[in-house]
């Protein structure tokens, strides 16, 4: 698959995701490291404009490093947490330049 064609599927799931967050909760073993950091990159990216290089994971802890609104935070928790091996979802505060600006 192209690194276009899997942003393009990403972006779908995700959209399925945060619009009935049940989807998130795949069968199967937990995803890797990269692969959730792939996925939530894009939820994240599509839906609340968050930089894909503000987000790191680690032993399954998604790290995103933005300053969002409160009401944000709370979503993109409850979307991120249904994520197959997602463990726990941290916030800090951090650069918020919307994709693109530099």
Known sequence: ???SAGRILAAV??????SNPVC???EGPPMND???RGYTAAILEREFNVKRDAVTVQDGVVRIRADLPESDRT?????LKTVNGVARVEIVEGDTRPVGVT
């Open 34 to 36: 990269d692969e959730i």
């Open 13 to 18: 799931l995700a959209g399925a995701i945060l």
């Open 24 to 26: 998130a909760q795949v």
């Open 1 to 3: 698959m192209s690194a």
């Open 75 to 79: 979503k993109i928790e409850e979307a």
